[in-house]
């Protein structure tokens, strides 16, 4: 039986930064840095009054490996107009507003490298189309997810 490694030593080809262990090239650290991208959204109460429609803000944030959510510093990223009576399928109206299969570009690309740079202060770099390309994940909060429960509610 082979004897078990330290954990407080790197493996050869890897470094320390800022406490934990990061391979040593890009590609390498990348993968083991960012565990997935995705967006929080939640309505927003200062959009004119529409009964028809609804306008929800989407705020982009990567999530790390260690489970810390680095969101992007702007209140939101973006926002989407919608129907009300098509809330419960947002998700698919936020993935297509952000045309998550073509490089990220305008806002988007704004909105990823303000993410890039909060990830650089804490060791992790990346750029914004690596981060536009990873797994994606919606995420609304409580208020929104209840106005989709109210026309859509077998939803959960």
Same mark, same amino acid.
């Given at each position: 039986m082979a004897p078990l490694r330290s954990l407080a030593a790197?493996?050869?080809g890897c470094r320390r930064a800022h406490g934990v262990v990061a391979a040593s090239r890009y590609g390498e650290r990348m993968g083991d840095r960012i565990r997935n991208v995705g967006a929080t959204a939640a309505l927003n109460h200062e959009a004119p009054d529409d009964p028809d429609f609804a306008v929800v803000d989407i705020r982009l944030f990567a999530l790390t490996d260690g489970g810390e959510q680095v969101d @992007?510093? &702007?209140?939101?990223? %973006?926002? $989407?107009?919608? =129907?009300r009576s098509k809330l419960a399928a947002l998700e698919l109206s936020v993935q297509m507003s952000l045309r998550l299969r &073509?490089?990220?570009t305008g806002a988007r690309l704004q #909105? +990823?490298?303000r993410i890039c740079e909060q990830l650089a202060a804490r060791g992790? =770099? %990346? @750029? *914004? #189309?690596?981060?536009h390309r990873s797994t994606f994940r919606f995420v609304p909060d409580e =208020?929104?997810? #209840?106005? &989709? &429960? $109210? $026309? +859509? *509610?077998d939803r959960r």
């Amino acid at each position: 039986m082979a004897p078990l490694r330290s954990l407080a030593a790197p493996r050869r080809g890897c470094r320390r930064a800022h406490g934990v262990v990061a391979a040593s090239r890009y590609g390498e650290r990348m993968g083991d840095r960012i565990r997935n991208v995705g967006a929080t959204a939640a309505l927003n109460h200062e959009a004119p009054d529409d009964p028809d429609f609804a306008v929800v803000d989407i705020r982009l944030f990567a999530l790390t490996d260690g489970g810390e959510q680095v969101d @992007d510093p &702007q209140p939101a990223s %973006t926002s $989407v107009r919608c =129907e009300r009576s098509k809330l419960a399928a947002l998700e698919l109206s936020v993935q297509m507003s952000l045309r998550l299969r &073509q490089p990220p570009t305008g806002a988007r690309l704004q #909105a +990823w490298q303000r993410i890039c740079e909060q990830l650089a202060a804490r060791g992790i =770099e %990346t @750029d *914004p #189309a690596t981060l536009h390309r990873s797994t994606f994940r919606f995420v609304p909060d409580e =208020e929104l997810r #209840a106005a &989709q &429960q $109210v $026309v +859509w *509610p077998d939803r959960r």
